[in-house]
């Protein structure tokens, strides 16, 4: 029933943002077509995770900050789009655990690493947890960038990238922090080339 839901919630979701923004998807053949994959991507907007939910091959579960499950409607909705709550910081746990569970029966994590928007669009530094999920794991770790401006008829660029190769960190027990800059780098390789 959920993933009907949110097929549903994807189908129209889409018909609205992607002629409004002009999308433009960018790579989508790198996704990998099965296993757990970590979706790593910058974060310029509240759109960015309809964004992505809309443009990636496969259904993603989203971490969604804490409050956004207080709001009465949100409350029911955001479950049914497989989305689950991390309190603001990334040390929830809770929220941990549920992440490392959804990579580990093979889905898609859906993680914006600078944990806020970036005013100015410029990419922030990560938060230590992506690291941890990428180290503690076996998933395929994906970057996507999203190239704005959020504009009506201007042209939205969502880019994925090739799986970043993490063998190497994962097998000399690198930190969180040094998996997460690798990984932002990554990401910013993206912006560059795409902007």
Known sequence: MALNFYSFAKGVV???????YRVEIIGTEHFPKEGGVLLCSNHI???????????????????????LFRVPILKSLLPS???????RGMSDRQALRTGLEVLKQGNVLGIFPEGTRSRDGKLKKGLSGVGFF??????????????????????????YGSPIPMDELRERKASPEEATDYIMNHIQALLDEHR
């Open 14 to 20: 889409s018909g609205i943002l992607k002629p409004l």
């Open 45 to 67: 907007s509240n759109l960015d995770p309809p964004i992505v939910g809309i443009t990636a091959p496969r259904p993603i579960h989203f971490m969604a900050k804490e409050e």
């Open 134 to 159: 990428a180290l503690r794991t076996d998933a395929q770790v994906v970057p996507c960038a999203i190239i704005g401006p959020y504009r009506p008829l201007k042209r939205l660029k969502v880019v």
């Open 81 to 87: 789009l497989h989305a689950f709550p991390v309190k």
